[in-house]
């Protein structure tokens, strides 16, 4: 819930702003634990549904927002703008709403004397754990500009890596819905006509005939069955790897999965090695930054991999010992490549290589695996309409044959 409030400082001076809260008690506890007081707090307004679930699914803004706002951010510094000023620049820039939030937050924060890294904490949704320690480490070392510059050029590589993965998908995806529906069509609608042509004519059908107006039969008469039968198949696997197990058994599944776990291999090597890159360059301790990364990837068999890591390396063992043996995770080229890194002493740099390796491999790869799926895709095609014309044309010939 969305509440306008009026407050003063210490000092004297007033302001205003948006806060996201539960109740007005929530809102009052903020402000006096910022050290303000309170004049009045208005109910602004609730999340409709569609905005919640817009805020759950793209994490409170789009990611091409949040690429511009470091990038923009970090230009504007560079080029000697004070960093109240950068913000002020930036809000004109990003008019949306969600935005119009963040940066009231922000400059407001700013004013107080409260620290860029904090106050983007206060919206997890919108900036990431990675984002915001990076801009932490940024501001520990005096190189906030670079960090910004580092956090954006990640962002960029992960959503585009994102996008060619889903475009490569997206294609035979529309193919096979067009497939489906077609069916379903000619099922409903189409085989329906001809069964009564055939029934009039009390002539015996060929095998295939009879299964594809069983089919038919089946469908007009249960399709309120169906449809409540596959929706509920889809909230049952959905509700499934949410679960504990679920993600562990569908995580299995896609890095053993042939073809495509060769892929997802990829994918996670090069996302780990990027994370870790981007953290260790802006100054970020080697243990905080494996435990920032367990967090980026999304295979829970990685999260869990590298949650030890972060352990292990408490205790004193190095990355590579780690990395090496875990070959059904990582190629072994990471784990040659981690112990390169350590003992040269450029870790981060030669983890950017590998990411950038890896970026380049899935790629080519989702690339190739669009141009295979379609001729298979035409094969499937041509059996499916040559089945159906043979089962359907053929008794219709017959008929005309006995006429």
């Given at each position: 819930m969305l509440f306008a409030y009026k407050a003063v400082k210490k000092d004297g001076t007033h302001y205003d702003g948006i806060l996201d809260a539960v109740d007005k008690f929530a809102v009052y506890k903020e402000l006096h634990g910022q050290g303000g007081i309170v004049l009045e707090v208005k109910e602004k307004g609730t999340r409709s549904v569609l905005k919640s679930l817009l805020s759950i699914s793209f994490g409170g803004a789009r990611m091409a927002d949040r690429i511009m706002f470091a990038k923009n951010l970090s230009a504007m510094l560079h080029a000697g703008l004070p960093l109240a000023r950068a913000l002020s620049v930036l809000e004109r820039q990003m008019s949306s709403k969600t935005w119009a939030i963040i940066f009231k937050k922000l400059i407001d924060d700013l004013s107080r004397g409260v620290s860029l890294s904090v106050s983007l904490a206060s919206f997890p949704k919108t900036f990431s754990t990675l984002f915001i320690s990076m801009v932490g480490a940024g501001e520990e070392s005096g190189s906030l500009v670079q960090s910004l510059g580092i956090v954006g050029e990640e962002l960029e590589k992960s959503y585009e890596l994102r996008k060619k993965v889903r475009g490569a998908m997206i294609y035979p995806c529309i193919i096979l819905c067009v497939m489906i529906a077609i069916a379903i069509l000619m099922l409903v609608y189409i085989i329906p006509k001809l069964t009564l042509t055939f029934k009039e004519f009390n002539t015996e059908l060929p095998l295939s005939t009879r299964a594809i107006i069983s089919t038919s039969d089946f469908f007009a008469h249960y399709y309120v069955f169906i449809i409540a039968g596959i929706l509920a198949i889809f909230a049952s696997a959905y509700a499934f790897s949410k679960t504990l197990i679920g993600k562990h058994v569908l995580g299995q599944i896609a890095i053993k999965m042939p073809i495509i776990g060769t892929i997802v291999q990829e994918i996670n090597s090069a996302r780990t090695a990027r994370t870790l890159s981007s953290l260790l360059s802006s100054g970020v301790e080697v243990v905080a930054a494996i435990k920032i990364t367990s967090d980026v990837v999304q295979n829970i068999h990685y999260k869990e991999m590298l949650s030890k890591t972060a352990d292990q390396i408490q205790k004193g063992m190095s990355l590579e010992s780690i990395f090496r043996p875990r070959t059904e995770l990582y190629p072994p080229f990471v784990g040659e490549m981690v112990g390169v890194g350590e003992e040269t002493g450029t870790l981060s740099k030669t983890l950017l290589e590998v990411a950038v390796f890896y970026e380049n491999e899935v790629a080519q790869k989702t690339k190739d695996m669009s141009t295979v799926i379609e001729p298979f895709l035409m094969v499937?095609?041509?059996?499916?309409?040559?089945?159906?014309?043979?089962?359907?044309?053929?008794?219709?010939?017959?008929?005309?044959?006995?006429?």
């Amino acid at each position: 819930m969305l509440f306008a409030y009026k407050a003063v400082k210490k000092d004297g001076t007033h302001y205003d702003g948006i806060l996201d809260a539960v109740d007005k008690f929530a809102v009052y506890k903020e402000l006096h634990g910022q050290g303000g007081i309170v004049l009045e707090v208005k109910e602004k307004g609730t999340r409709s549904v569609l905005k919640s679930l817009l805020s759950i699914s793209f994490g409170g803004a789009r990611m091409a927002d949040r690429i511009m706002f470091a990038k923009n951010l970090s230009a504007m510094l560079h080029a000697g703008l004070p960093l109240a000023r950068a913000l002020s620049v930036l809000e004109r820039q990003m008019s949306s709403k969600t935005w119009a939030i963040i940066f009231k937050k922000l400059i407001d924060d700013l004013s107080r004397g409260v620290s860029l890294s904090v106050s983007l904490a206060s919206f997890p949704k919108t900036f990431s754990t990675l984002f915001i320690s990076m801009v932490g480490a940024g501001e520990e070392s005096g190189s906030l500009v670079q960090s910004l510059g580092i956090v954006g050029e990640e962002l960029e590589k992960s959503y585009e890596l994102r996008k060619k993965v889903r475009g490569a998908m997206i294609y035979p995806c529309i193919i096979l819905c067009v497939m489906i529906a077609i069916a379903i069509l000619m099922l409903v609608y189409i085989i329906p006509k001809l069964t009564l042509t055939f029934k009039e004519f009390n002539t015996e059908l060929p095998l295939s005939t009879r299964a594809i107006i069983s089919t038919s039969d089946f469908f007009a008469h249960y399709y309120v069955f169906i449809i409540a039968g596959i929706l509920a198949i889809f909230a049952s696997a959905y509700a499934f790897s949410k679960t504990l197990i679920g993600k562990h058994v569908l995580g299995q599944i896609a890095i053993k999965m042939p073809i495509i776990g060769t892929i997802v291999q990829e994918i996670n090597s090069a996302r780990t090695a990027r994370t870790l890159s981007s953290l260790l360059s802006s100054g970020v301790e080697v243990v905080a930054a494996i435990k920032i990364t367990s967090d980026v990837v999304q295979n829970i068999h990685y999260k869990e991999m590298l949650s030890k890591t972060a352990d292990q390396i408490q205790k004193g063992m190095s990355l590579e010992s780690i990395f090496r043996p875990r070959t059904e995770l990582y190629p072994p080229f990471v784990g040659e490549m981690v112990g390169v890194g350590e003992e040269t002493g450029t870790l981060s740099k030669t983890l950017l290589e590998v990411a950038v390796f890896y970026e380049n491999e899935v790629a080519q790869k989702t690339k190739d695996m669009s141009t295979v799926i379609e001729p298979f895709l035409m094969v499937a095609i041509g059996i499916g309409v040559g089945f159906f014309a043979l089962a359907m044309i053929s008794p219709i010939y017959s008929l005309s044959n006995n006429i």
